[in-house]
C-alpha cells in the first residue's frame, strides 16, 4: 500500500504501553498497541516498470517544455518514493525548491519542503515548516500526516494530535490516517474518542487488521474480556503473522489464568521472529 505520494498508505509502527496490574516481573503483563508503518515499503523494480520508469524520465520533453520548478522538484521526490531512494535525488529536488521558494510557501503551503524533510527522517525541519501554518487552513491531508508524524517522532504527541485529526479530517475515508490519529488518542490516554475511531474503520472495513488490535487492547483495559478476545482473534483472523495481535493475545490468555496457551502464542510468535525480543522476555516471564 505504501509506495508514493499517491500510493503509500503505512506508517511507522509506535508502541503505546499500558501496564496491567498482575504479578511476576511485568514483561507478560504489557499488552502494546500497535499502529501502521510512515516508511515506505520499498519495491523493487520488475520488467513491467521499465516502460513506466521512461516515461517518467521523459516527461519533460513529453508533456511539456516548460514544467516548473516545484513540479520537477515533485518529480524527482516521486522517482525515490516509487523506485529509487537515493538521497541524490531529493537534493535535486531541495535545489528546484529553493528556486521558487515564494510559490512553494505562499500556494503549496510548504508541503512539499516538509515532505522532502520527512523522507530525510528530519523531523526537526519538518516542524519549524509546521510553525507558519495551522492544522485548520491545511487543505491537503498528507502534509498534516507528515507533521503529526514529526511531532509524535519527537516524543511531542499532544502536538501531533491536532495534525492526525486535520489529515484525519481532510480525507475521512483513509483509514490509515484514521488509525493513526486513533493510536494519538490511545497515546494520551482519551480511550472513548480513540475507541470510535477504531469502531470508524471497522465499520468501514471489518477486516482492518490494525484496528481490531488496537480495539482488543482498549476492551482489555476496560476488562471486557469477551471483546477484547473477539477482536484480536479477528485481528489474526486478517493479519495471521501481525506480531502485536499475537503479543496482546497472549497478554490475554495470562490475564485469563491460561498461560499454556501464552506459551504456545509466544513460542509460535518466537518461531515466526526469532528477533522478537519481547516475545522472550515475556517466554521467560511466564516462566518464573
Known amino acids: 500500500?505504501?509506495?508514493?505520494?499517491?500510493?503509500?498508505?503505512?506508517?511507522?509502527?509506535?508502541?503505546?504501553?499500558?501496564?496491567?496490574?498482575?504479578?511476576?516481573?511485568?514483561?507478560?503483563?504489557?499488552?502494546?498497541?500497535?499502529?501502521?508503518?510512515?516508511?515506505?515499503?520499498k519495491r523493487p523494480v520488475e520488467k513491467r516498470d521499465v516502460s513506466e520508469i521512461t516515461a517518467f524520465l521523459g516527461i519533460v520533453?513529453?508533456?511539456?517544455?516548460?514544467?516548473?520548478?516545484?513540479?520537477?522538484?515533485?518529480?524527482?521526490?516521486?522517482?525515490?518514493?516509487?523506485y529509487n531512494p537515493n538521497q541524490g535525488l531529493l537534493d535535486s529536488a531541495l535545489t528546484y525548491l529553493d528556486m521558487d521558494k515564494e510559490r512553494e510557501a505562499n500556494e503549496k503551503q510548504n508541503r512539499d519542503y516538509v515532505r522532502i524533510y520527512f523522507l530525510l527522517n528530519n523531523?526537526?525541519?519538518v516542524m519549524e515548516y509546521a510553525t507558519?501554518?495551522?492544522?485548520?487552513?491545511l487543505t491537503d491531508a498528507w502534509t498534516a500526516y507528515r507533521i503529526g508524524e514529526a511531532y509524535s517522532q519527537s516524543g511531542r504527541v499532544a502536538e501531533a494530535k491536532q495534525w492526525f485529526n486535520r489529515a484525519a479530517?481532510?480525507?475521512?475515508?483513509?483509514?490509515?490516517?484514521?488509525?493513526?490519529?486513533?493510536?494519538?488518542l490511545l497515546a494520551l490516554n482519551n480511550i472513548p474518542e480513540a475507541k470510535k475511531v477504531f469502531q470508524y474503520i471497522i465499520s468501514e472495513n471489518p477486516q482492518y487488521g490494525t484496528a481490531h488490535t488496537n480495539l482488543g487492547f482498549i476492551y482489555m483495559q476496560e476488562g471486557n474480556n469477551a471483546m477484547a478476545y473477539d477482536h484480536l482473534n479477528k485481528a489474526l483472523q486478517y493479519e495471521p503473522d501481525s506480531k502485536q495481535a499475537l503479543i496482546n493475545l497472549a497478554v490475554w490468555y495470562h490475564n485469563n489464568r491460561l498461560d499454556n496457551m501464552a506459551?504456545?502464542?509466544?513460542?509460535?510468535?518466537?518461531?515466526?521472529?526469532?528477533d522478537n525480543e519481547q516475545?522472550?522476555?515475556m517466554l521467560a516471564d511466564l516462566a518464573l
Request: aromatic share 10%.
Open 61 to 82: 520533453c513529453y508533456n511539456n517544455d516548460n514544467v516548473d520548478a516545484i513540479t520537477k522538484a515533485r518529480g524527482f521526490m516521486e522517482f525515490y518514493e516509487r
Open 132 to 137: 507558519s501554518l495551522k492544522p485548520a487552513h
Open 169 to 184: 479530517t481532510i480525507w475521512p475515508h483513509a483509514l490509515d490516517f484514521q488509525n493513526k490519529y486513533g493510536a494519538c
Open 1 to 41: 500500500m505504501l509506495c508514493s505520494e499517491t500510493e503509500e498508505k503505512r506508517m511507522l509502527k509506535d508502541n503505546n504501553c499500558i501496564t496491567c496490574h498482575m504479578p511476576k516481573n511485568g514483561s507478560i503483563d504489557i499488552p502494546h498497541v500497535a499502529v501502521t508503518d510512515h516508511y515506505i515499503r
Open 279 to 281: 516475545a522472550k522476555a
Open 263 to 274: 506459551e504456545k502464542v509466544l513460542l509460535h510468535l518466537v518461531k515466526k521472529y526469532p
Open 123 to 125: 523531523y526537526k525541519k
